[in-house]
T-cell receptor, first 113, second 110 residues
Framework: EAGVVQSPRYKIIEKKQPVAFWCNPI?????LYWYLQNLGQGPELLIR????????DSQLPKDRFSAERLKGVDSTLKIQPAELGDSAVYLC???????????FGNGTRLTVT | EDKVVQSPLSLVVHEGDTVTLNCSYEVTNFRSLLWYKQEKKAPTFLFML????IEKKSGRLSSILDKKELFSILNITATQTGDSAVYLCAVLGNTGKLIFGQGTTLQVKP
C-alpha cells in the first residue's frame, strides 16, 4: 500500500510569510495527525482529525496556525505569518482507527529565516 | 499532565553489543505503548504493546511492557551500524492521542 505522502519535502521562507503543508494519508485511514518535531525532541501533537472533524486541537497555536481536512481525506496545515521559532519538521501521520499504530509521512522541513 | 520519559537520551556502542532502551510513562486512560525507529526521515513503526509481560520480538529487537510499574524496555542484540537511529517511545490513550518521549539517540560504531 502507498504510505502517507507529504509535500513539500523542504520549505525555506522569510519570517512573516505564509506557508502551507499538504498531507495525503494512507487510503482508508480515518484518523489523521499533524505533529511538530524540533531537533533532538520527540514529535508533539498539533491537531488530530477523525474523518473531517478536528477532535483534538488543544496544542495548535490558533493565532497563526490553521488546518483543514474538508473531505475527510487529505489535509492542509497552514502558518500565517511564520516566525523564526516555527522552524521544525512537520510530520503527518494516519491510522485506521484510534487503537491502531500511526504511520508517518517523511515530513516537511521548514526553515524560517 | 501526561508524560513519557525515555532514558538514556543518547548511547554509543560498538557493533555486536547489546543495548537496552528504557521508557517510563504517566498517562491517563492508557491503551498501548508503541516503539518507533527514526532515521533521517519518518518514524517507522516497530512494536505495539498492550499487555504486561508478553514479549514482542522481531529479529534482533524485542520489547516488553510492565503496566504495574509503568515502563517498557526495547532490547537490541548483536547491534549493527544500521541500528543507528533515534528510538522513540510513545503512549496511546483511549482517546486516540499519542504522546511521545524525547527519544534515545543510538550510535553504533563499527
Amino acid at each position: 500500500e502507498a504510505g502517507v505522502v507529504q509535500s513539500p519535502r523542504y520549505k525555506i521562507i522569510e519570517k512573516k510569510q505564509p506557508v502551507a503543508f499538504w498531507c495525503n494519508p494512507i487510503s482508508g485511514h480515518n484518523t489523521l495527525y499533524w505533529y511538530l518535531q524540533n531537533l533532538g525532541q520527540g514529535p508533539e501533537l498539533l491537531i488530530r482529525y477523525e474523518n473531517e472533524e478536528a477532535v483534538d486541537d488543544s496544542q495548535l497555536p490558533k493565532d497563526r496556525f490553521s488546518a483543514e481536512r474538508l473531505k475527510g481525506v487529505d489535509s492542509t496545515l497552514k502558518i500565517q505569518p511564520a516566525e523564526l521559532g516555527d522552524s521544525a519538521v512537520y510530520l503527518c501521520a494516519s491510522s485506521s482507527n484510534r487503537g491502531s499504530p500511526l504511520h508517518f509521512g517523511n515530513g516537511t522541513r521548514l526553515t524560517v529565516t | 499532565e501526561d508524560k513519557v520519559v525515555q532514558s538514556p537520551l543518547s548511547l554509543v556502542v560498538h557493533e555486536g553489543d547489546t543495548v537496552t532502551l528504557n521508557c517510563s510513562y504517566e498517562v491517563t486512560n492508557f491503551r498501548s505503548l508503541l516503539w518507533y525507529k527514526q532515521e533521517k526521515k519518518a518514524p517507522t513503526f516497530l512494536f505495539m504493546l498492550t499487555s504486561s509481560g508478553i514479549e514482542k520480538k522481531s529479529g534482533r529487537l524485542s520489547s516488553i511492557l510492565d503496566k504495574k510499574e509503568l515502563f517498557s524496555i526495547l532490547n537490541i542484540t548483536a547491534t549493527q551500524t544500521g541500528d543507528s537511529a533515534v528510538y522513540l517511545c510513545a503512549v496511546l490513550g483511549n482517546t486516540g492521542k499519542l504522546i511521545f518521549g524525547q527519544g534515545t539517540t543510538l550510535q553504533v560504531k563499527p
